[in-house]
């Protein structure tokens, strides 16, 4: 495979940013390295190696030696076994591997551990805010007594463990209260965000047969009240296996008829009982996009959540008591399930409800600033956001707590590090991350013993065997391959809700390399160690035999001052042809003119290559995303091929639908 782009050379740039001696020191990645030396057999940092090559020793390890590598987490992290484990792990194979049979554990019973400790129980477990930015906090002692009484309550109606509970909540504390309460049971949690229509909320809902629903009776967002009652009735009409309904009034209306109330509910004062459950037992269910069909169901584990996000949250993010964990999110998207597992660390995790953008495009660092915030994740795209609308932070907010900002949702562009870099803070940790709602956590990112290089994310996580593959399964450095993971992981699914045989789960990841899985992003893994993330596998652009990110040209592209946001698409045609245009949302204001689409074509030749310039450069009113704000690649390509809007696309699960209407008239019009 060829690559056409700025794939790093070996001979190695200056880091963007390097952490200190001291930094490094007291990361608990550092701390864990030395325990597991002594005791699991890991390799020891080397005197003089330099963190990089500590590093890549304890990753090679990581993957070389799995059953040790996990046992050594879950000690460090000293998980509560209420059942031994017979074995790290049984059967190896993907799909399929077994993690430690026989043992027996509780996901929310090692989320409210901290509460036990008479010292902290006052502390903030949650601080939470909405527009108003005033911070409210949860104490350790009220949110285990909240889950005590719920989870009795939800066990007096009959809910037993493995029945699912759903939560058609925003980020607010009583979702995670929920979510607590259902593990707490041994139930299983699912949730949407309150901005799902009805029809999206029931594709992924009536897959999983929910017993319980919580819901709110709307929401705020952008300075206007969201009313949802309309919605709520018709879940409860299309879910016939609901046996109650818990109302929570947000915007302070009454319950309606049958439905239960919350502050009923959660008013008691009750020690929780947590259901020892196996560690494959079902924690929860996530819904791919489903933009091409009904969303995937995707079921992971009690233990494999506990295990592989205390090693994400605790190693990689380098969280613990003392930090104030805040991930921009809704409870539709997978970032909200990995933020509320923060309390696993004892840290304080920081809830938002409303807009990332309101009252100004600066509200997330005010947030940041407001609750004093040491690890604050968000989007690559508001960073983008920020840039554009020469936000800065560093200048306007005080921020001296904030150690990290971490992005995802897609490549963060080089010149969204820099700006980082020069407008928040000189001295701070860049964690651009990858990784997927199908294992709830990051393939590759935050290490903070390591330097940022602009445009990279730091390195492959802990336990990942993380390669980019050739088409013939071939692994490349410092070329751009296929993303695939060599090894199991302990959040890989279960299954897939309602898949006989495993066959859809099968198909998703392991068709193109048997045994292998495959995620459907192009990457770069660098001689450096450093991966490089560039776009999806599935929406690929190819030229003559060059395989292309399209990441790559929206970096180029959304640099212009002129232009809100991009989509290109690669289009094979029936004829043999192939056709690549360039479709750009405009700032307020902008026209596109000649001047213009030439500045556009010479930039993209000059920063990339004259392959990747496109064929036609087109103005469109919006560019369509899926409700977690990720652009409608593949959807688009198929309604330019010529496919019906209905079979091309869910548009239930559309941020704004109408925007396709576009794209359908011009595959319509234009000449064939």
């Known amino acids: 495979m060829t690559a056409a782009h700025r794939t790093p050379q070996p001979s190695a740039p200056e880091p963007l940013w390097r952490p ?91 989320a409210l551990r901290t509460a036990e400790d008479p010292t902290r129980a006052a502390e903030a477990a949650l601080l939470h805010l909405d527009e108003t930015h005033d911070p409210v ?56 965000a309150p901005d799902f229509g009805a029809r999206s909320v029931l594709d992924r809902f009536q897959q999983v047969e929910p017993v319980v629903l919580f819901t709110v009776d709307g929401y705020r967002y952008g300075g206007k009240e969201h009313d949802r009652t309309a919605t709520v009735a018709e879940l409860r ?53 489903g933009t091409t069909g009904l969303p995937k169901a995707i079921v992971q584990s009690q233990g494999g959540i506990l295990l592989e996000h205390l090693k994400q949250l605790g190693l990689h993010c380098d969280l613990g008591p003392g930090d104030r964990f805040f991930w921009y999110t809704s409870t539709g998207w997978m970032m909200w399930n990995f933020l509320i597992s923060g309390l696993l660390t004892g840290c304080t995790v920081i809830t938002y409800d409303g807009s990332p953008g309101y009252p100004d495009t600066a509200a997330q660092w005010r947030i940041a600033e407001r609750t004093g915030a040491t690890f604050y994740g968000t989007s690559a795209a508001y960073v983008m956001a920020c ?75 802990l336990g990942t065997d993380l390669q980019a593959w050739d088409p013939a399964g071939h692994p490349l450095v410092d070329e751009v391959g ?115 689409r030439d500045r556009v074509k010479q930039s993209i030749r000059k920063e990339l290559s004259p392959r990747h310039v496109p064929d036609d450069i087109i103005e469109v009113p919006g560019v369509p995303h899926t409700l977690t704000g990720k652009r409608l690649e593949v959807p688009v390509k198929r309604l330019l091929q010529g496919t019906a809007l209905e079979k091309a696309v869910n548009t239930g699960s559309v941020d704004d639908a109408a925007l396709l209407g576009f794209y359908q008239r011009l595959a319509e019009e234009r000449p064939s």
């Not at 990089?52 to 090679?60: C, G, Q, S, T």
């Not at 607010?172 to 593990?183: E, G, K, Q, W």
């Not at 450096?528 to 596998?537: A, F, K, L, P, Y």
């Not at 970096?555 to 750009?584: C, H, K, N, T």
Request: with cysteine; charged share 20%.
């Open 237 to 289: 009409r299309e879910l016939p296996t609901l046996r109650a309904v818990v109302h929570v009034p947000l915007l302070g209306t009454p319950a309606p008829e049958g439905a239960l109330e919350w502050d009923v509910l959660t008013a008691a004062d009750v020690e929780p009982v947590f259901e020892q459950v196996p560690f494959d037992h079902p924690l929860w269910v996530l819904y791919s996009s």
């Open 137 to 192: 906090p949860v104490s350790w002692a009220g949110l285990r007594r909240q889950v005590g009484s719920l989870a009795a309550e939800l066990r007096r109606l009959g809910v037993r463990p493995g029945d699912r509970v759903s939560g058609y909540l925003p980020n607010i504390p009583h979702a995670a209260v929920a979510l607590l309460a259902t593990a707490a049971v041994g139930g299983v949690w699912t949730s949407c």
């Open 482 to 596: 296929e993303l695939v993971v060599t090894n199991p992981m302990p959040s890989m699914p279960l299954r897939f809700w309602n898949d006989p045989g495993g066959v859809r789960y099968h198909e998703s990841y392991f068709d193109t390399y048997p045994g292998v899985w495959r995620h459907g992003d192009w990457t770069t893994l660098t001689s450096r160690n450093t991966v490089i993330i560039h776009g999806r596998s599935d929406s690929t652009l190819n030229r003559q035999g060059v395989r292309m990110g399209s990441a790559d040209i929206y970096e180029v592209v959304e640099r212009l001052p002129e232009i809100r946001e991009s989509l290109v698409i690669g289009v094979e045609q029936e004829d043999g042809g192939y056709w690549m245009p360039l479709f750009l949302h405009l700032t307020p204001g902008a026209a596109l003119d000649d001047a213009l």
């Open 387 to 461: 840039r554009k609308a020469d936000v800065r932070p560093g200048r306007d907010f005080d921020l001296r707590a904030l150690n990290c900002v971490a992005t995802t949702g897609s490549p963060l562009p080089p010149d969204g590090f820099r700006w980082l870099h020069d407008a928040v803070a000189e001295d701070l940790w860049i964690a651009s991350v990858s990784g997927g709602t199908d294992v709830c956590s990051c393939f590759a990112g935050a290490v903070p013993t390591l330097p940022v290089y602009t445009g990279e994310l730091q390195a492959p996580g």
């Open 20 to 110: 200190g001696p001291d930094r490094i020191g007291r990361a608990r990645i550092t701390r864990f390295q030395g325990w597991a030396a002594e005791h699991h057999g890991a390799p020891a940092a080397v005197p003089g190696a330099g963190p990089a090559a500590d590093y890549a020793a304890l990753h090679r390890w990581s993957t070389e030696d799995l059953p040790a590598f996990w046992q050594a987490v879950a000690e460090w992290f000293d998980v509560r076994f209420s059942s031994p484990y017979e074995s790290v792990l049984g059967d190896t194979a993907m799909p399929g591997a077994t993690w430690f049979p026989g043992a027996t554990l509780n996901y929310a019973e090692a």
